[in-house]
């Protein structure tokens, strides 16, 4: 049996080395060959000799193509696992996930309502995944591992706990609660690791994504703001702080930038990030919902809210950000846009080109806003001067966001059969060798000024 405590391990960060290389290093250096994945299905893809078993909790559609892959190597010792929800923007997409190893076992949460950003329900995924445990460790039992303490290893950080075979569990989308709800279920029976980062989850997506054309459109944003140096601003629905920097950058050492986020998991990772780039003197993140914002009235100069209003109840959110913005003060907003399809400049037949376009997205749900009422709902909340419209952020895959890349990637592909994976995979090479392979989400975006 092997003991960490404290912060173990060394610090490493190289650059340019892929999440999945990453991630084998600290299993290898905390004396761990084969382990149990939970999430991570692209990582486990990339290293299918490491992994015993996966189980996948609401997955999305980009979910498919690793899973297609992890289910070839044939290196499982049993199905994988994967849970999902009954209703919600991912139910349908579990559908994709599913047709990718049809010998996958399926259990469905009844009445619960998933997306990326929702938690999950502990007791019954806890009780699926240790029945998914004990079966994959009856058929090929794993050396039993003692760990306890936290460290970070080649630039992802790790928190162990707990005697048995070793358990890999990777971010859980967005939700706030993680898998601390689920932990106790397993404290006996399972070495529980658990991995984070911002090389891993939507951790990587979000910073990423911030790098690229969407950066660009959020940068022209905060131009609508109109911030001056020594300025005070907010950032709702901060996430990994990708965007709060950027912030701190505008108003520079005497201004000061809250990064408010419901989700402390997504906290912590932005308050290391924003430390090892010294700008933990600029930035406090402070735990808090985009519905209920726990500052008082007018005590900013200008908010920002970035895929927020798509995510919370968009009305009582906008009445927020002008409740804590000073009269004169802006407020801009960007939503995802479910009305203007994902784009590509992809030569594919025609077939293939209207398959695409039919596949399910991340959706909505009820009260949200991810659509062109974002500029009635603006005006209806009072401000005045409101400006902006529709944007698309592009991308390329020569910019070097490898996480980002395979993320569109994993979408294009869901759903598709393997010939045709094959035919978008060989135009993506091809646009790619030629330099011609763009991508695009669309954005729905207003900036106003406080009345």
Same mark, same amino acid.
């Given at each position: 049996m092997a003991v960490c405590a404290g912060r173990g391990g060394s610090r490493v960060n190289e650059g340019g080395v892929a999440a999945a290389d990453r991630v084998v290093r600290l299993l290898r250096q905390l004396g761990i060959q084969r382990a149990h994945v939970v999430q991570g299905v692209a990582e486990a893809a990339a290293h299918p000799e490491t992994v015993?078993?996966?189980?996948?909790?609401?997955?999305a559609a980009s979910a498919s193509s690793p899973l297609h892959q992890l289910a070839r190597s044939r290196r499982l010792v049993t199905?994988?696992?994967?849970?999902?929800?009954?209703? /919600?923007?991912?139910?349908?997409? *579990?559908?994709?996930?599913l047709a990718a190893d049809p010998d996958a076992t399926a259990v469905v949460l009844r009445g619960y309502v998933s997306a990326h950003w929702t938690d999950t329900r502990a007791d019954q995924i806890a009780a699926a995944l240790l029945t998914h445990l004990a079966e994959a460790d009856r058929r090929s039992p794993l050396p039993k591992l003692r760990l306890a303490g936290e460290g970070e290893i080649a630039g992802i950080s790790y928190q162990a706990r707990g005697s048995g075979p070793p358990?890999?569990?990777?971010?859980?989308?967005l939700a706030p609660s993680q898998w601390e709800p689920v932990l106790p279920a397993f404290a006996e029976h399972y070495c529980t690791i658990i991995l984070g980062g911002p090389h891993l %989850?939507?951790?990587?997506?979000?910073?990423?994504?911030?790098?690229? %054309?969407?950066?660009? $459109?959020?940068?022209?944003?905060?131009?609508?703001?109109?911030?001056?140096? /020594?300025?005070?601003? $907010?950032?709702?629905?901060?996430?990994?702080?990708?965007?709060?920097?950027r912030l701190a950058r505008r108003v520079g050492p005497t201004g000061r930038v809250v990064g408010a986020d419901i989700n402390a998991y997504l906290l912590r990772e932005a308050s290391a990030i924003a430390q090892h780039q010294e700008l933990g003197d600029v930035i406090a993140f402070e735990v808090g919902s985009a519905e209920a914002l726990p500052f008082p009235d007018g005590r900013?100069?200008? *908010?920002?809210?970035?895929?927020?209003?798509?995510?919370?109840?968009?009305?009582?959110?906008? #009445?927020?950000?002008?409740?804590?913005?000073? =009269? /004169?003060?802006?407020? *801009? $907003?960007?939503?995802?846009?479910?009305?203007?399809?994902?784009?590509?400049?992809?030569?594919?037949?025609?077939?293939?080109?209207?398959?695409?376009?039919?596949?399910?997205?991340?959706? $909505?749900t009820a009260g949200t806003c991810a659509d =062109?009422?974002?500029?009635?709902?603006?005006?209806a909340a009072g401000f005045a001067h409101v400006t902006m419209g529709p944007r698309f952020a592009?991308?390329?895959?020569?910019?070097?966001? =490898?996480?980002?890349?395979?993320?569109?990637?994993?979408l294009s592909?869901? %759903?598709?059969?393997?010939?045709? *994976?094959?035919?978008?995979?060989?135009?993506? #090479?091809?646009?790619?060798?030629?330099?011609?392979?763009?991508?695009?989400?669309g954005y729905h975006c207003a900036v106003g000024t406080k009345v």
């Open positions: 015993a078993s996966l189980a996948l909790i609401a997955p199905p994988p696992l994967i849970i999902h929800s009954e209703a /919600g923007p991912l139910s349908a997409q *579990a559908t994709l996930v358990v890999i569990f990777f971010p859980l989308h %989850g939507f951790a990587s997506i979000l910073e990423q994504r911030a790098e690229g %054309g969407y950066g660009a $459109v959020v940068d022209e944003l905060i131009d609508a703001l109109r911030l001056a140096p /020594g300025g005070v601003a $907010v950032d709702v629905g901060c996430g990994t702080g990708a965007l709060t920097r900013f100069d200008a *908010a920002l809210a970035c895929t927020v209003l798509d995510e919370v109840d968009a009305d009582r959110g906008l #009445a927020e950000l002008a409740r804590v913005v000073r =009269p /004169g003060g802006r407020v *801009a $907003v960007l939503v995802r846009a479910v009305d203007i399809p994902a784009w590509d400049s992809l030569p594919l037949r025609p077939e293939l080109r209207a398959k695409l376009a039919a596949r399910p997205s991340a959706g $909505v =062109p009422s974002l500029y009635r709902r603006f005006r592009i991308d390329r895959p020569e910019d070097g966001r =490898p996480e980002w890349r395979d993320y569109y990637e994993g592909v869901a %759903g598709l059969s393997e010939a045709e *994976a094959a035919e978008w995979r060989a135009a993506a #090479a091809q646009a790619s060798a030629e330099h011609s392979f763009l991508w695009a989400f």
